[in-house]
């Protein structure tokens, strides 16, 4: 099937931990995003990419990092830095066509919880 | 930069009432426009979109949305909603040259039997 995959689904740490959380997608879609979901703010950008080895900082960037060294896939560690991780995180793709990207696809999601 | 506002945050609504919910956002280029929806438990999925023609987009499930370029506004719409339209809306607006997808705060709707 084709789509995107989040993994875990539900994710625990201790605090001070670093964790990754896993994004993959078979669409073949150029662009990339991880959000943070929290009751009341909607949707929120961490960071985005359009292509591979490339990335920026979306609206909530502190306390997080990514990669994109493959094309299907877009971890985000969730650093020690991050002062209120527990959170929804969302991944999503889309086609990057010039100026204008389509509609973005979305994961299930992992829900993080740092104790 | 560009920001979204969804100016309800939650509505209440009886079956067979209509809907309409505001979306503004801010940005003077060109901008593609999305609403999504996100019912309970389940993942984000695509309402409708607006790319370019015609300012009146019809979606899925009955819904359709107006893009009105002089007040920056995509308020969706419905005339008759059911209970199975309770969920979270959220308006998006992807503008172009900044390539990257805005989201709103999002209006949780309820709808009553």
Known sequence: DGG???SPKYLFRKEGQNVTLSCEQN???????WYRQD???????????QIVNDFQKGDIAEGYSVSREKKESFPLTVTSAQKNPTAFYLCASAMA???RNT????????????? | ???????????????????????????????NLFWY??????????LLKYFSGDPLVKGIKGFEAEFIKSKFSFNLRKPSVQWSDTAEYFCAVNAAG????????????????
Not at chain 1, 41 to 49: K, N, P, V
Not at chain 1, 103 to 115: C, H, I, K, N, Y
Not at chain 2, 4 to 18: G, K, P, T, W, Y
Not at chain 2, 37 to 46: R, T
């Open chain 1, 4 to 6: 995107i995959t989040q």
């Open chain 1, 27 to 33: 669409l073949n879609h150029d662009a990339m995003y």
């Open chain 1, 39 to 49: 009751p009341g703010q909607g949707l929120r950008l961490i960071y985005y990419s």
């Open chain 1, 97 to 99: 066509g010039g100026d």
């Open chain 1, 103 to 115: 509609e973005a696809f979305f994961g299930q999601g992992t829900r993080l919880t740092v104790v």
């Open chain 2, 1 to 31: 930069a560009q920001s979204v506002s969804q100016h309800n945050h939650h509505v209440i609504l009886s079956e067979a009432a209509s809907l309409e919910l505001g979306c503004n956002y801010s940005y003077g280029g060109t901008v």
């Open chain 2, 37 to 46: 929806v996100q019912y309970p438990g389940q993942h984000l999925q695509l």
């Open chain 2, 98 to 113: 900044y390539n990257k997808l805005i989201f709103g705060a999002g209006t949780r709707l309820a709808v009553h039997p």
